[in-house]
């Protein structure tokens, strides 16, 4: 069987995605891939509850930011707000002094106004779509994010 990617240690087993991807191949590479991470994940709290603003939150965080240094601050924050509509009411001087010590304070600022984006929404949720936040500019202006 050929491999269609190069192998990857995992442990001490080698894992390759086949070539031919077939059903049965498939099932046995997501098998490998997740037995490997039940046994060596690392625990993380948006794991835990992997609803869509605990998310997108982390992703936010962990931006250009170690792990370790998110942790803290992501508990923080879920502790003060933990949905859109909440962080969507904090004064922006609020969001950044729970962003503070994680660096780029932009991202906090973007994390906001996606926060009043979103809950602007019909239904004040993330939509399905990815492409319903894609805002394309004319070459020469900014998108905005």
């Keep these: 069987m050929g491999c269609r990617i190069s192998s990857h240690t995992l442990s001490n087993q080698c894992c390759m995605m086949p070539a031919d991807n077939s059903p049965q191949d498939i099932t046995l ?17 948006w794991r835990d509850a992997p609803t869509p603003f605990n998310v997108f939150l982390s992703e936010m965080m962990l931006q250009q930011t170690q792990v370790e240094r998110v942790i ?3 508990n923080a924050f879920l502790y003060t707000c933990d949905d859109f509509e909440l962080l969507a009411e904090l004064p922006q001087s609020t969001v950044l002094s729970l962003w503070s010590g994680l660096g780029y304070n932009r991202r906090a600022l973007y994390l906001h ?4 984006i979103i809950v602007s929404e019909p239904d004040g949720e993330l939509c399905n779509s990815t492409y319903a936040y894609i805002n394309v500019s004319p070459p020469d202006k900014r998108a905005p994010v």
């Design 29 to 45: 590479f997501r098998e490998k891939i997740w037995g490997f991470y039940h046994a060596n994940g690392r625990a993380m709290p």
């Design 72 to 74: 803290p601050k992501y």
């Design 113 to 116: 106004r996606a926060a009043n």
